[in-house]
């Protein structure tokens, strides 16, 4: 049986500047891929030396670039998200700059290949956002814009689940099969916002037929903490079988926060993988 593979989000350095180090820290141990998360302050994606520094250490850690997280804010500095940017923004010209970043963080695909383009539509619910910076028509244009930069880079959209009613499970897969003309959009199952939105394993079920990519971490059901799988409260047996029960047999994505040191998170991730990998041979 091939070997799952397995990646993990720069989430987990998000607070500081993306650098050659955590890549080679991320390869020791034993991960084979990364997403990049897109914000500015953590890696400059409209800088082309620094995306040619980015295939660089790929390259020097032996990983693959799995996906590209789309910005979500302007930046992240001390803790704190800056200025919010949302594809579903009733404004215009909110929703052309938060369009605007996307198609530049998806440049990065020009250079150095990726599968997919991870985004969010709209704010989640612990933003306060308002109507306005929700609306399903503005993400509809928003994501069909984004499709046409990703299909000649060879990449495709991945609209996750968030924790608002716009990016609910149910809500996402009526987006995908009803509202968009373009027929390549996926989703990205976000395991933790999921767990805190209701039933994962229903959650699983209800996107099989889109899934494309994953975001792996645990919570408690309450709050978005990017725990290490087994460190909240979501069954790991129960949603690798149905994992297994659907086909997904692609890249599982640990998006973890270092809790601790990111080399601490990286030893507890290497034991998780363990445990699931042992999970999905059983």
């Known amino acids: 049986m091939l070997k799952r593979p397995f990646g993990v989000s720069t989430h987990l350095y998000h607070g500081q500047r993306l650098s050659r180090d955590h890549l080679i820290e991320i390869a020791a141990h034993g991960f084979e891929s990364v997403e990049l998360f897109a914000t500015r302050t953590h890696f400059d994606y409209h800088n082309p030396a620094a995306v ?124 995908v099969e009803e509202d968009l003309e373009a027929a390549d959009v996926g989703v990205c199952l976000d395991f933790g916002h999921a767990h805190m939105d209701g039933d994962l394993l229903d959650a699983i079920e209800a996107v099989s037929g889109h899934l494309i990519t994953t975001h792996v971490h645990d919570n408690h059901g309450r709050a978005d903490d990017h725990l290490v799988p087994f460190d909240g409260t979501i069954d790991w047996p129960a949603a690798m079988t149905a994992v297994q029960k659907v086909g997904y047999d692609q890249t599982l994505l640990l998006e973890i926060a270092a809790h601790g040191s990111p080399k601490e998170t990286l030893h507890k991730a290497q034991r998780a993988r363990q445990r699931i990998e042992r999970l999905l041979a059983d």
Request: with cysteine; glycine share 6%.
């Open 52 to 175: 040619a520094d980015l295939q660089q250490w790929l390259a020097d850690a032996g990983l693959e670039l799995h996906g590209i997280h789309a910005p979500v804010a302007d930046s992240f500095v001390g803790g704190r998200w800056g200025k919010p940017l949302t594809l579903a923004s009733i404004d215009p010209e909110a929703r052309a700059l938060a369009v605007a970043e996307a198609e530049r963080a998806l440049h990065i695909a020009r250079r150095i290949p990726a599968k997919v383009l991870v985004a969010h539509l709209g704010l989640a619910r612990s933003q306060n956002p308002s109507p306005g910076d929700n609306s399903r028509d503005a993400a509809r244009r928003s994501i069909e814009e984004l499709c046409q930069a990703a299909t000649p880079l060879g990449v495709r959209i991945a609209v996750e689940v968030i924790p608002n009613e716009l990016s609910r499970v149910a809500s996402l897969v009526h987006f």
